[in-house]
T-cell receptor, first 117, second 115 residues
């Protein structure tokens, strides 16, 4: 079965702290994604990675960075957390188009609810 | 710029009713469309994926259709049950010409099925 796991379900941090959100997938997928989800705004793409050590900015990368040192792990980093980064963070992965052109579903993890005080 | 809209934002129906959720998108240059379910405080579960060359996909009581030319998709749920209560999201994979795999999401329809 397809599986994407995230390190924490709930996290509470203070303004200015450095925060790491971890995501691991066991499907050997090339692509991995970080989204945030806010009421009324839907899911917005923060960063994505299509290979180890490769990353691209999504729609709202400001205030975030990412790391992909291994294929199965994609980390989201908040260098200095702020209250406007309180949100639900969702990680996803998918097979790359070239290898599976007709089936590139994204599979999501359970989410991390981050509160920044 | 691709925009995805879901109407209605919320829907309440009695158990056993058949229902339709709507999704529209502004740019027909899509690779595929995916329907998800999200339970409160949880991640997304993929329900159905329709490729741009397909007209519909079925899984159990769910049937999703795609009319790319008019920019519309519908998710049909037959014989609804209280366990179907959740937020339903549609997302399109926009053809950017590259190898990336970005999805653009609608804001969802919150479904409540009353016992």
């Amino acid at each position: 079965d397809v599986k994407v796991t995230q390190s924490s379900r709930y996290l509470v941090k203070r303004t200015g702290e450095k925060v790491f959100l971890e995501c691991v997938q066991d499907m050997d997928h090339e692509n991995m994604f970080w989204y945030r989800q806010d009421p009324g705004l839907g899911l917005r793409l923060i960063y994505f990675s299509y290979d180890v050590k490769m990353k691209e900015k999504g729609d709202i990368p400001e205030g975030y960075s990412v790391s992909r040192e291994k294929k199965e792990r994609f980390s989201l980093i908040l260098e200095s957390a702020s209250t406007n980064q309180t949100s639900m963070y969702l990680c996803a992965s998918s097979q790359t188009s070239g290898r599976a052109p007709l089936n590139n579903e994204q599979f999501f993890g359970p989410g991390t609810r981050l509160t920044v005080l | 710029k691709q925009e995805v809209t879901q109407i209605p934002a919320a829907l309440s129906v009695p158990e056993g009713e058949n229902l339709v959720l709507n999704c529209s998108f502004t740019d027909s240059a899509i690779y595929n469309l995916q329907w998800f379910r999200q339970d409160p405080g949880k991640g997304l579960t993929s329900l159905l994926l329709i490729q741009s060359s397909q007209r519909e996909q079925t899984s159990g009581r769910l049937n999703a259709s795609l009319d790319k030319s008019s920019g519309r998709s519908t998710l049909y749920i037959a014989a609804s049950q209280p366990g179907d209560s959740a937020t339903y999201l549609c997302a399109v994979r926009h053809r950017t010409g590259g190898a990336t795999n970005k999805l653009i999401f609608g804001t969802g329809t919150l479904l409540a099925v009353q016992p």
